[in-house]
């Protein structure tokens, strides 16, 4: 499976090209079985969404597109994220930071709480929110006489959406500047320069295609996030309802073909999102090498 073969010619020697050492047969049944599973889960499924979404026609289609409650729920969608992306991205970053630049007390603890999303059950999250903000909760009487709303409100949308997402831009930076290691930082500072000019002249040039790469995944789970959302929106048509919520409601109303087409439109924000995701691993590569 490996290993290093000498040329007798050239005198040098050359790695063996794994994928080259199993037999023509061995390679293409597993090309067929990962070509077999990506049709049947991420092909076939797309396809079935377009499909539906234009069964009724164009105009059918764009009729769903701009309806009024759709477009708020798209709006509300994009404002959720515009807001939740940049906040998890300035905590990702400080998180990062403190983990792999500092020794302290409590360290391993924050590196736990920092996966709990990835544990806690999205609807459990918004329940979370709900027992804190909402009417009969903790802060819920005191918010109510000053007035502030948070549950079924922008507010706890974006909380929620922030809870599930915070994550992403963490958890792909810690690797990445834990194994990048101080000395960068070091030797910037042997030189006189200090705080904020070594993050912005030294670490943030490290590790900008991480960065990057982890805000297009928080991003991506901002705008199809329904669980957490789902409990503290209140499903308020046209108000606090973000694209997954209007398409759970489109269908539950028997409008199949509405719902897909905005389905299809959130789809299209995924497939956006992919695209960059891959431009951003290229560039990755090719300054790898």
Known sequence: MGGIVTNPR???SKPIRPH???PRVVRYVLI???????????????AAVIAEAFRKGWDAYVSAL?????????????????????LNTLFGVAAAWAVTKFSFRGKNLLVTLIDLPFAVSPVVSGLIYVLLFGAQGFLGPWLSDHNIHIIFATPGIVLATMFVTFPFVARELIPLMEAQGVQDEEAAVSLGARGWRVFFKVTLPNIKWGLLYG???CNARAMGEFGAVSVVSGHIRGETNTLPLHIEI??????FSAAFAVASML?????V???VKSILESRMSREEH
């Open 10 to 12: 050239a005198g040098k």
């Open 20 to 22: 080259l050492t199993e």
């Open 32 to 46: 067929g079985i990962a070509l077999l599973f990506l049709g049947l889960i991420v092909i076939l499924p797309m």
């Open 66 to 86: 701009s309806n009024k409650d759709a477009m708020s729920a798209l709006k509300l969608t994009l404002l959720t994220a515009l807001i939740a992306v940049p």
């Open 215 to 217: 805000m297009i995944l």
């Open 250 to 255: 489109l269908y539950n109303e028997y409008q």
């Open 267 to 271: 789809m299209l924000l995924a497939v």
């Open 273 to 275: 999102t992919l695209i």
